[in-house]
């Protein structure tokens, strides 16, 4: 199983949005897909259409069976371990200190691994538990941002801590690249942004993909109806940039592998 994560220190940056369309492009190319929400906002829950109120993603690190938190969502060939509110809680709820805090998460999905080829994290929008966990156990990390300098400034942040999770727990973490949202052209890209774009592929690796997911009506509207873009508005400006950065993860993960 190939974990993605999809995180970035700033919320509204379109993380439960990529991480649902990416769920869903992946079915349709026949995986069997395993989906787990971190965030308490449960948005990407509400998207693929699991049920918001069982025990949730929380038990993954609080020693649940693994495979009792897994529900249907409404893709084919898509499962889920949704979130509930009490995540939020969970730096309270465990002991675990150093390394063997960064690893639950690795070691809760052990039992699931041969029953997926993909899974999917939906990471939380700050640097906790929750977030060090998604990082430690992630293959490929992908970083949407929309194109201003206030949500790429979660880019500036996150920078410190994905070095010390490569230096901590997890050297192989591949950094896939950034993913502009809310695009609306080359007006959106400041000195300012531009110079937080080459800090982060200086210090850490993270190229921009070159696609670019324009600022679209019908990915808005999508979450409203508990589906990502791809199922929603198939056809849609919103539905064909995120196909087009499908076809540029997969060709990293292909070249990797």
């Known amino acids: ?44 829950t509400d998207m693929m259409g699991a049920p918001a109120g069982s025990k949730g993603s929380i038990g993954l690190f609080t020693g649940a069976d693994p495979a009792k938190l897994v529900e249907e969502t409404n893709v084919l060939r898509v499962e889920m371990i949704p979130a509930g509110e009490d995540i939020a809680l969970l730096d309270m709820k465990i002991s675990a200190t150093g390394r063997e805090r960064a690893l639950l998460l690795d070691k809760a999905l052990k039992p699931l691994r041969r029953a997926y080829r993909y899974c999917i ?52 973490i591949k950094i896939a690249g950034i993913l502009l949202t809310r695009y609306q052209g080359r007006r959106n890209l400041s000195n300012e942004t531009i110079e937080i774009l ?3 592929e200086q210090t850490i690796g993270a190229k921009l993909f070159n696609t670019k997911i324009r600022e679209n009506v019908k990915v808005a509207e999508a979450p409203g109806h508990k589906q990502s873009v791809i199922t929603y508005a198939p056809t849609s400006n919103g539905a064909e940039d995120y196909k087009s950065f499908y076809r540029e993860l997969k060709d990293i993960i292909e070249e990797r592998e």
């Open 1 to 44: 199983m190939k974990v993605i994560t999809i995180a970035n220190q700033k919320g509204g940056s379109g993380k439960s949005s990529t991480a649902a369309a990416l769920a869903a492009m992946l079915a349709e190319d026949g995986h069997r897909v395993l989906c787990i929400d971190l965030n308490d906002q449960a948005d990407f």
């Open 121 to 172: 994290i939906d990471a939380p929008g700050v640097f906790n538990t929750a977030m060090l966990d998604a990082l430690a156990v992630a293959d490929y990390l992908v970083i949407p941002a929309q194109a201003d300098v206030m949500s790429l400034k979660g880019i500036r942040r996150m920078i410190t801590n994905i070095r010390q999770v490569r230096d901590a727990v997890n050297p192989d």
């Open 198 to 200: 080459q800090a982060a």
